[in-house]
């Protein structure tokens, strides 16, 4: 299962919501597309899944265009609407038939699913009575009716309450052992959860497109965080006038060093301040930004 | 095929919940009723008004027929009240569901927009012919209760007629329906369009021709003079070629997602 994007692009007027955007995956990943608001996260999704038509560019599935692979492809909206005078089985029942599921078969996997997405006591009340989360579950019950191969989810957790979300993110972590994900979110710390690689889009440019580990790697900055006593203090006037420090910051109750090379310098640093009795409360060698500093970074 | 039983089942499913399956049939019993018995207590209705001076009832003026009742039925109720009344309930199958978001949900899956369309207009289609279909039994019985009975054979062919410029209102709804979001302009648009074809029918017999409002001036025609002339046929098939064609744009307007 290979999906490709070539070079989209979509305009709504005077607006480009996307911009020449490509890229391609593969089989059992889990991509995380993300981007500030108003990136062009939606619409690229909902292009992906056929519901727009692009200006320019194709997405092949398998080599054939998405119109005709529509059944090996899940979507989940970020506002799910449904029928709200079916209820959720009738709804599940509806869609399942349209993707051409025989009735037994329907009859037999939609309670089990229902229960999947932590719905099996509500499958015969009304859609119209349902909580956003409960809608958002009913979304992704109907996403995964006909077994995709790929599915694709715009904001799947940005709606829920704390236990609708962790709910959510561990039906996502077993939905990804068979099934090929895409998702567009804006929370970061659950991107970082399930996804192992990251694509960013910012005014429908795509500006980086790597795994966590390349992207972790890539941003990781020669600092020194440490912490010393107030009585300390002066050392660091010492230590601004050393010639591998470039500069020293402040962050939170500590001090950021930032060297040109740490393993050497860091070794240096330690021995300066041992001889000058400076008492070091935290000493810690290389800074990892998460994942949202690096976002901020190339966002903003 | 199955998409298509699919889609048609929810809209019966649909049609049941709203309601509309009940007060459509009823609206069209009363409007079916209005005629005859408004024609039949007409003079008793003036006189008791107190008789306006100037205005005299007379007396040995003939009763109606039961042909010209039926057909004024046609004309005065139907004609006018009922194609308000029908776009009022047909405006929003598809705008309905465009504003929702709930098309392009279904169209996320493997569904022919054919299959779509058909399954719509041919339900809402059922609907239409059936409330019109009582509306003009009661009409067709209190016109044989209080006036004359018309032969079966000429209100049936009447009847035949008046659902082909049904089908082509239908249609035309569905298709406002499809191009514009706003339910208010879809109905003004609809009800002016559709009541412009029936006052324009029988002006100039080019116009007729290709004019689907005639069809529903050839029902009264049958009523009145009992034939059914031969060029009737030709309109029939006009019309079903508009409505293919309307079909056919609407298709091709959701195919490129302009909604």
Known sequence: ?300 | MSAFIELSKKEVHQMAREFKILWLPIVFILLGLTQPIMMYYLPVILQSAGGVQGILIDPTMAKPVGQEVLASTLNSQFDQLGIIILVVATMSIIQGEKANGMMAFILTRPVSIASYLKSKIIIHYMLAVSCIALGYAVSYGYSAYLFTTVPMTQAFWALVFYCVWLLFIITFVAMMSTFFNSTAFIALISIVSLLICRFIAGLHPLIDIVNPASNSMYATNILMSGDVESWYGLNIVGTLLFVLLMIITMQSFIAKKKF
């Open chain 1, 1 to 300: 299962m290979r999906l490709e994007i070539k070079n989209i692009t979509k305009k709504f007027k005077q607006k480009t919501a996307v911009n020449d955007f490509s890229m391609a995956i593969d089989s059992n990943e889990c991509v995380g597309l993300i981007g500030p608001n108003g990136a062009g996260k939606s619409t690229l999704i909902q292009i992906i899944a056929d519901v727009l038509n692009a200006d320019e560019g194709e997405i092949l599935l398998d080599g054939q265009k998405i119109s005709s692979m529509r059944n090996q492809i899940g979507y989940l909206p970020q506002y799910p609407n449904f029928f709200s005078w079916m209820t959720a089985f009738e709804t599940l029942s509806f869609m399942g038939k349209l993707s051409g599921i025989s009735k037994n078969e329907l009859q037999k996997e939609i309670p089990l699913l229902l229960e999947k997405v932590g719905l099996g006591n509500e499958a015969h009340s009304h859609v119209g009575t349902f909580s956003g989360g409960m809608k958002q579950r009913l979304g992704i019950a109907q996403a995964l009716l006909h077994k995709p191969a790929l599915i694709i989810m715009d904001e799947p957790v940005s709606a829920l309450d704390p236990i609708g979300r962790r709910e959510v993110l561990n039906l996502l972590k077993e939905i990804k052992k068979e099934t090929t994900v895409l998702l567009s979110t804006h929370i970061l710390s659950d991107a970082e959860e399930i996804c192992e690689r990251f694509i960013m889009i910012k005014n429908g440019h795509k500006i980086e497109d790597a795994t966590k580990s390349e992207l972790l790697e890539r941003h990781q900055e020669s600092v020194i965080f440490l912490m010393i006593r107030k009585v300390d203090f002066q050392w660091l006037t010492m230590v601004e006038q050393l010639a591998y420090v470039q500069k020293i910051a402040s962050c939170q109750n500590g001090f950021k060093i930032y060297v040109e090379n740490l393993e050497t310098d860091a070794n240096r640093l330690i021995q300066h301040g041992l001889d000058s009795k400076v008492m070091f409360t935290k000493f810690e060698v290389g800074i990892q930004d998460n994942l949202e500093e690096i976002f901020l970074e190339l966002v903003v």
